[in-house]
C-alpha cells in the first residue's frame, strides 16, 4: 500500500504537535459524523414505514375518483363537469411548518381540508349527476391522501440526501484524511529520530577528533 | 398560511377543482408546463401537485428550479390513464443506494 503522507510540512517539532492535535479533531470528527449517520439512517427507518403502501393507496384512490369523474362526464357532458367545478369553493388550506431531524430541515404539512356535506360543494344539483357528488368525495378524500405522501416523500428525499453527504464526510475521513494524518505523524517522528542519531554521531566524532588532537 | 394548485391535463384539474384545489393550470405543452411552474414558484404556493406525465417531460426543469429546497413541495401523481411506466422506481432505487439493500416493497 502507497503511504500517502500530506506533502509540503516539515519535519519539525512544531508541525509534529499540529499534526498531532489535527489527527485528533480528525478521529473525534470521525465518531461524530458517524453517530449523526446512524440517528438519520435510524431516523430513515421509521419514515419508511409510513411510506410502505402510501404511493399505492394514493393511486389506488385516485383511480377510483377519475373513474367516476369520468363517469359524471359521461352522464353530463365534459362541459357542464367543468361548469359545475368552477362553482366549487376552495376548501384546501395547508399550514406548513418545518421540523428539524438531527439538522435537516423537514416539511411538517397540516392540512385543513373541510369535509363539505352537498350541499357546501356549491355546485347545483339541477344538472349534475350523483356520480359527480361521489366523484368529489373521492377527490376529497385522495386530496389529502396525495398531500400527506408529498410530505413523506419529501422527508425521505431531504433525509436520503443528508444521509448521502454524511456518508461520503465519513468516508472521506476514515480512509483517507485520518490514515493521510497518521502516516505524516509516523513519518515526521521517524524523520526526527534520525536527525537525533545524526546529531548523536556528530557530536561523537567531535569528541573523539578533539581527544585525539589533544 | 398557503395553498395547494394543480399542473395537469384538464381532467386532472378538472377532478381537483371538484376536490376543492382552487388554481389549476391545464398545460399541453411542456413550455407552458414550465411557465405554469415558474409563475406558482414566484406566489407563495407551498404545494404543487403534477401529473407524472408532464413532470417527466420537464424533469430538468423541476430539478433546476427546486433542487433541494423545503418548500414548494412537488408532488407527482398518476393522471387518469394510470401511473407512467418507469423503467425505475425513483423512491425505491433512492433507499436502494442510501441504505444499500432493498428495503420496500
Do not use: C, W
Not at chain 1, 377519475?66 to 376552495?90: F, H, I, N, W
Amino acid at each position: 500500500m502507497v503511504q500517502e503522507t500530506i506533502e509540503g510540512i516539515n519535519p519539525t517539532r512544531m508541525e509534529l504537535l499540529n499534526l498531532k492535535n489535527r489527527e485528533k479533531l480528525a478521529v473525534k470528527g470521525h465518531s461524530l459524523l458517524k453517530e449523526k449517520r446512524d440517528a438519520l439512517i435510524m431516523e430513515f427507518f421509521n419514515i419508511l414505514d409510513r411510506v410502505k403502501g402510501s404511493r399505492e393507496n394514493v393511486e389506488r384512490i385516485l383511480q377510483e375518483a377519475y373513474d367516476d369523474l369520468t363517469a359524471a362526464q359521461v352522464r353530463m357532458g365534459d362541459l357542464a363537469v367543468q361548469k359545475a367545478a368552477l362553482s366549487v369553493k376552495e376548501s384546501v388550506d395547508v399550514n406548513i411548518d418545518s421540523r428539524s431531524i438531527m439538522g435537516v430541515v423537514v416539511p411538517v404539512v397540516e392540512s385543513k381540508i373541510e369535509s363539505k356535506t352537498l350541499v357546501d360543494r356549491g355546485y347545483g344539483f339541477s344538472d349534475t349527476s350523483v356520480k359527480l357528488d361521489e366523484a368529489a368525495k373521492k377527490f376529497e378524500e385522495a386530496i389529502k391522501l396525495v398531500i400527506e405522501l408529498g410530505e413523506i416523500e419529501k422527508t425521505i428525499y431531504l433525509l436520503a440526501a443528508e444521509i448521502e453527504a454524511t456518508k461520503r464526510r465519513v468516508n472521506a475521513l476514515e480512509h483517507i484524511m485520518i490514515p493521510k494524518l497518521e502516516n505524516t505523524v509516523k513519518s515526521i517522528e521517524m524523520r526526527l529520530q534520525e536527525m537525533e542519531r545524526e546529531t548523536f554521531v556528530q557530536l561523537k566524532m567531535i569528541k573523539s577528533s578533539i581527544q585525539s588532537k589533544s | 398560511m398557503s395553498s395547494v394548485a394543480v399542473i395537469g391535463d384538464i381532467d386532472t384539474v378538472t377532478g381537483f377543482k371538484i376536490g376543492g384545489v382552487k388554481k389549476g393550470f391545464i398545460v399541453e405543452k411542456d413550455e407552458d408546463a414550465k411557465n405554469a411552474l415558474n409563475e406558482l414558484i414566484e406566489t407563495d404556493i407551498s404545494i404543487i401537485i403534477i401529473t407524472e406525465k408532464i413532470a417527466d417531460n420537464i424533469r430538468e426543469h423541476i430539478n433546476k428550479k427546486i433542487g433541494s429546497d423545503v418548500l414548494p413541495m412537488i408532488i407527482e401523481i398518476p393522471d387518469k390513464f394510470g401511473s407512467s411506466d418507469r423503467d425505475v422506481d425513483p423512491m425505491g432505487e433512492l433507499i436502494k443506494r442510501v441504505i444499500g439493500v432493498e428495503m420496500v416493497k
